[in-house]
């Protein structure tokens, strides 16, 4: 395994976390996201990730290269699935090494919170009132619905704000 990918196939934390040991570290810190039963007080029973590929690898290598170049002696590792996952599946392991707690708890958080942030993956969840989307909002719909009768329904973050 390398420090950064993305897989469709199961993710191994021992893998991760072997990608950032060295001798240096005193202290590692590990992120475990997983799919949880709901969001927004709505039943979630399955997610499924979708990543532009080659820009996503790209971006979280750019991600690690700016934290390991921020805190000195970090070494930074990120694990992301795409496709279908289930209730309490691992979905991204993030993990950090540096020579005090303090710094790799830094680290792997700001790793999460980048990524997050800034790899193209989205996520789309499976409900009791079906899939949507999540975080997405259809460009061509106005609060005031000046464009007409929609045929799709908006997400909860959306409805929301009326």
């Known amino acids: 395994m390398t420090r ?15 990608q950032v040991r060295h001798p240096g570290a005193g202290g590692i ?14 039943a979630v029973r399955l997610l499924e990730y979708e990543a532009y590929r080659e ?14 170049a921020a805190i000195p002696g970090v ?20 993990a950090a090494a540096a020579p005090h707690r303090q710094e790799a708890f830094a680290a792997c958080r ?30 061509r719909c106005t609060d005031d619905h000046t464009h007409g009768p929609h045929d799709h329904q908006h997400p909860p973050s959306v409805t929301e704000k009326r």
């Open 110 to 139: 700001r790793l999460i919170d980048e990524v997050k942030a800034r790899v193209p993956i989205w996520k789309r969840e499976h409900g009791a009132d079906g899939p949507s989307w999540v975080g997405w909002e259809d460009a």
């Open 4 to 18: 950064v990918m993305l897989r469709a196939g199961e993710l191994s934390a021992d893998e991760v976390l072997a």
């Open 29 to 42: 810190a590990l992120f475990l996201g997983t799919v949880r039963d709901n969001n927004d007080g709505r």
């Open 75 to 94: 070494r930074c590792a990120v694990a992301h699935r795409t496709g279908a996952l289930q209730v309490g599946e691992v979905a991204v392991i993030c």
């Open 55 to 68: 820009m996503a690898v790209t971006e979280m290598e750019r991600i690690v290269g700016e934290i390991e």
